[in-house]
């Protein structure tokens, strides 16, 4: 049984550039949460997707955007990468919203 | 001020130590989870909460709801223990959590 399977693992982008990362939730999850951890601090809440619709948000700006699809797997964009947006992005997935919360392993991203 | 408190920040001990870490919170919680981090990044969920006292092998987390407070206990720490634990708490009103800023415990041979 798979967990949370993020993509990719590590990358770099240059700034003002656009990026996509991607989250496929643990089998039988139905919820998506995406959360930013900067170096040293604890993650902070970016986003919640359950039934294709974004259910709650943090104090994000709107750079920040994603997408659930049908088969429950969500992706974050971040358009024009400031260097503060270098990052552990780290997507969690639930059933029901708050049941099963399990972590995937993240998203390094490095802003140049 | 942050909803959830942790301290230390960093610890370090020598195998075979107790060691302590704690978490306040200042908001009405639904549950408490305790994580563990590891270098590179993935998060595992090791307890989650809402009354009283939980023991998994070597670990043992505790809360006080009434003072909003929760321990996590290793007892017999050993080097592979060397990780960040993280306190986060999801709350009475919507299905987001709060994290503290994690504890660094590294343990010594």
């Known amino acids: 049984d798979a967990g949370v399977t993020q993509s990719p693992t590590h990358l770099i982008k240059t700034r003002g550039q656009q990026v996509t990362l991607r989250c496929s939730p643990k089998s039988g999850h139905d919820t998506v949460s995406w959360y930013q951890q900067a170096l040293g601090q604890g993650p902070q809440f970016i986003f919640q997707y359950y039934e294709e619709e974004e259910r709650q948000r943090g104090n994000f700006p709107d750079r920040f955007s994603g997408h659930q699809f049908p088969n429950y797997s969500s992706e974050l964009n971040v358009n024009a990468l400031l260097l503060g947006d270098s990052a552990l992005y780290l997507c969690?997935?639930?059933?029901?919203?708050?049941?099963?919360?399990?972590f995937g392993s993240g998203t390094r991203l490095t802003v140049v | 001020k942050n909803e959830v408190e942790q301290s230390p920040q960093n610890l370090t001990a020598q195998e075979g130590e107790f060691i302590t870490i704690n978490c306040s919170y200042s908001?009405?919680?639904?549950?408490l989870h305790w994580l563990q981090q590891h270098p590179g990044g993935g998060i595992v969920s090791l307890f989650m909460l809402s009354s009283g006292k939980k023991k998994h092998g070597r670990l043992i987390a505790t809360i006080n709801i009434q003072e909003k407070h929760s321990s996590l206990h290793i007892t017999a720490s050993h080097p592979r223990d060397s990780a960040v634990y993280i306190c986060?708490?999801?709350?009475?009103?919507?299905?987001?959590?709060?994290f503290g800023t994690g504890t660094s415990l590294t343990v010594i041979p």
């Open positions: 969690a997935s639930s059933w029901r919203t708050v049941y099963g919360y399990t």
């Open positions: 908001v009405g919680i639904s549950a």
């Open positions: 986060a708490v999801s709350l009475n009103t919507g299905n987001q959590f709060y």
